[in-house]
């Protein structure tokens, strides 16, 4: 998929993973999956949180890679860790036992209510569903974790109206779900996208958009949003990259299928 360009050169992509390494800066633990989530985790421990232990779902805790990581299966996790744990007790004590302060998740489709589909979407009249990855780890992370940021690209098919199939649950139908389930975390706090950030109201649990990025508009985002998008009274500006930022982002992707050295 080819990357939305943003105003200054800056793609949308690139506005994910700093919004979302921004977002960890008081974060202690969080949970890593690969991709953009991995990308905005090892930023995010380069320049606004040194401290931040990254736990990966193969078992390795506290990993300080040098390189982006290909899969959570990479070597370089396993030699960067500080310990590696197996996968039952690292769902079983450390995600299930509320351990992590911060989870990340992607996601193929996602409602008003954060709610994620990664299993199944409708490919048209007379076609049978096309099915996706599933759910991995999702739904744990979801319900364990202290909070969630979710990232993705925002686009009328990726943020709809009604799920076809609900995979991992985020504020489920609105306030009061989580708790009458028994989930443990807070649930997704944040979605960052290409786009801006949205965030859920603290009455109606209801996505609300309370910040684009440089060179959108609301317009475009509404016109992205496949639901009638509420907005936040004031809609603010995320501030763009900074230098040190966009340095390190180059230093982390262009590192990406080399060989790195450990980093202390």
């Known amino acids: ?21 921004r977002a960890l800066a008081g974060a202690r633990t969080c949970f890593v999956g690969i991709g953009l989530p991995s990308t905005a985790a ?9 401290g931040l232990v990254l736990v990966y779902e193969s078992g390795a805790i506290g990993a300080k890679p040098s390189r982006l990581p290909l899969s959570i299966g990479d070597g370089e996790l396993a030699d960067t860790a500080d310990t590696l744990v197996p996968v039952a007790e690292m769902f079983n004590y450390w995600l299930q036992g509320g351990r992590i ?49 979710i990232l993705l690209r ?31 975390g807070r649930g997704p706090v944040a979605v960052i996208t290409d786009l801006g950030i949205l965030r859920p109201d603290p009455e109606s649990a209801e996505l609300v958009l309370t910040e684009v990025h440089p060179g959108v ?3 475009q985002v509404r016109q992205a949003t496949g639901w009638r998008l509420r907005t936040a009274d004031r809609v603010g500006v995320t ?26």
């Not at 930023?43 to 040194?50: G, I, M, Q, T, Y």
């Open 1 to 21: 998929m080819s990357e939305r360009p943003g105003r200054g050169g800056v793609g949308g992509d690139v506005l994910m993973e700093v919004g979302a390494a």
């Open 42 to 50: 090892n930023l995010a421990r380069r320049v606004h949180n040194p």
């Open 101 to 149: 302060d911060v989870g990340f998740l992607g996601a193929a489709q996602l409602d008003r209510y954060a709610n994620i589909n990664t299993t199944e979407v409708d490919r048209g009249s007379g076609r049978p569903p096309g099915r996706l990855p599933g759910a991995g780890g999702a739904p744990e992370i979801a319900a364990h974790c202290g909070e969630v940021l």
């Open 154 to 184: 925002h686009t009328p098919r990726a943020l709809v109206e009604r799920l076809g199939f609900v995979t991992t649950l985020g504020h489920g139908c609105g306030p009061g779900d989580r708790a009458r389930y028994g989930l443990r």
């Open 217 to 219: 508009t609301v317009e």
């Open 239 to 264: 501030p763009p990259p900074s230098e040190r930022e966009l340095k390190e982002l180059h230093a982390l992707k262009t590192a990406e299928n080399r060989p790195g050295k450990r980093q202390g």
